[in-house]
């Protein structure tokens, strides 16, 4: 075991020595403070003084839309959901989150996880490329060390950094949040759409939820990332396909939720908040079943990465 913690230390080293991992870090900080002051700053808050009207023309306009403008059933749900959240805080009083707030803030950040996993997926795609491309995997491999453990402290060194870009993003949030916005509304509920009724959360923990969902996709991802450039030897090839399948993925589900294979492909499954917020992609799905696929689709990136690294021949 303390080889193997040596292996992840000597991969934190090589990841963290490289200028490019910083200038991604301090890249995702400067987006996060960016938008903060651009929020702060430049955005008209709008105020909610007429807040109720606004949602009431917004139904109106929702509910047209259902009639008689053609649409995928997944948009035809997901407008209702939002005319029953609308009816709900006009009838409870629950004023919308203020973009010009903490609380609005830190949930809108939580789309910046799309920014780290990029960065991550660019660390997952040369963990293993870069020693072929390099011709350093000789020297690795001649090390009294299993390949097993070699490709393991290099996948652990990579989610170690996925973590350290989620931290690093929650952090900045709400350090520039309060910074800008102070720490008042709280007590705010968030609202959420779930099993056909409107419910209430805690802000905070809705905050946390959120970070934690998007997670998920972010390891699935990098997952990916990892076996292409393991199986493949490409950095290139691992970086276009894994953030070309990230972009579009969620897309192609959407369109093709109509069909009951679609709840199979691994993007219908990688947002687990479809199941506290809202309802499934495709009908009939239920948490249990969505975190089923993502462990096969886990063990099947696992796999194919641990296989073929231990049956590559680098003696050419």
Request: aromatic fraction near 12%; glycine fraction near 6%.
């Amino acid at each position: 075991m303390s080889h193997f913690f040596r292996l992840v230390h000597n991969e934190n080293i090589k990841i963290y020595k490289r200028m490019g991992t910083w200038v991604m870090i301090g890249i995702l900080v400067l987006v996060v403070a960016l938008v903060g002051i651009f929020t702060k700053f430049v955005l008209d808050p709008g105020g909610n003084t007429d807040w109720k009207a606004q949602l009431s023309a917004e139904n109106a306009q929702l509910t047209e839309s259902v009639k008689s403008a053609p649409m995928l059933e997944a948009q035809k749900r997901m407008m209702k959901e939002r005319i029953a959240l609308n009816e709900y805080r006009i009838e409870n009083d629950v004023a919308p989150i203020e973009r010009d707030s903490l609380w609005g803030y830190m949930v809108d950040a939580t789309t910046f996880t799309g920014i780290a996993a990029l960065f991550t997926i660019v660390i997952a795609a040369g963990m293993v490329a870069s020693e072929f491309s390099w011709g350093t995997v000789k020297l690795l491999l001649i090390r009294p060390v299993s390949r097993t453990k070699i490709l393991l402290a290099k996948y652990a060194s990579t989610l170690m950094f996925a973590l350290l870009m989620l931290l690093l993003l929650f952090s900045a949030s709400f350090l520039f949040g309060t910074l800008f916005f102070g720490l008042g509304g709280a007590e705010t509920p968030y609202l959420a759409y779930s099993n056909g009724q409107v419910v209430e959360q805690n802000m905070v923990t809705h905050i946390i939820q959120l970070f934690g969902f998007r997670s998920i996709d972010l390891v699935m991802m990098v997952t990916l990332a990892f076996m292409i450039s393991t199986v493949f030897r490409s950095s290139s090839l691992a970086i276009g396909i894994s953030l070309f399948l990230m972009f579009t993925g969620p897309q192609l589900v959407q369109l093709l939720s109509q069909y009951d294979w679609a709840k199979f492909i691994l993007f219908a499954n990688t947002d687990l908040q479809q199941y506290t917020t809202g309802t499934p992609l495709v009908e009939g799905m239920t948490m249990t079943f969505s975190i089923v696929m993502l462990l096969i689709y886990f063990a099947l990136f696992a796999f194919l990465s641990l296989y073929i690294f231990k049956k590559r021949d680098v003696a050419a």
